[in-house]
Nanobody, 121 residues
Framework: QVQLVESGGGLVQPGGSLRLSCAAS????????MGWFRQAPGEQRELVAD???????NYADSVKGRFTITRDNAKNTVYLQMNNLKPEDTSVYYC???????????????WGQGTQVTVSS
């Protein structure tokens, strides 16, 4: 089985910073795309940022210039550095990875359990 464990959420004042981490464990052959999504109460889950195995990144317009996604392939880990946080960034953040468990098995999407980020004074 594969498990994604997130960490780094919390309460921060507007203008502050947080760094989220998500580590995958289990039987893993390769990981293509890693990403972060968020979902606020009553809202749909939305893509925040993702990064391919080639290092190409993609960001939601609302976080461009403030958030940075990176990955450490040796650790099967994805990070989200969030700077200049705003109250509207308050949400539950989920990591997602597209993982191939064995060479002869197709890719599947896996999700973390979610971590709460609250931006408030």
């Amino acid at each position: 089985q594969v498990q994604l464990v997130e960490s780094g959420g919390g309460l921060v004042q507007p203008g502050g910073s947080l760094r989220l981490s998500c580590a995958a464990s289990g039987t893993i052959f390769s990981i293509s795309t890693m990403g972060w999504f968020r979902q606020a109460p009553g809202e749909q889950r939305e893509l925040v940022a993702d990064i391919t195995d080639a290092g190409r990144t993609n960001y939601a317009d609302s976080v461009k210039g403030r958030f940075t996604i990176t990955r450490d392939n040796a650790k099967n880990t994805v990070y989200l550095q969030m700077n200049n946080l705003k109250p509207e960034d308050t949400s539950v953040y989920y990591c997602e990875m597209t993982i191939r468990r064995r060479l002869w098995v197709g890719d599947n999407d896996y999700w973390g359990q979610g971590t709460q980020v609250t931006v408030s004074s």
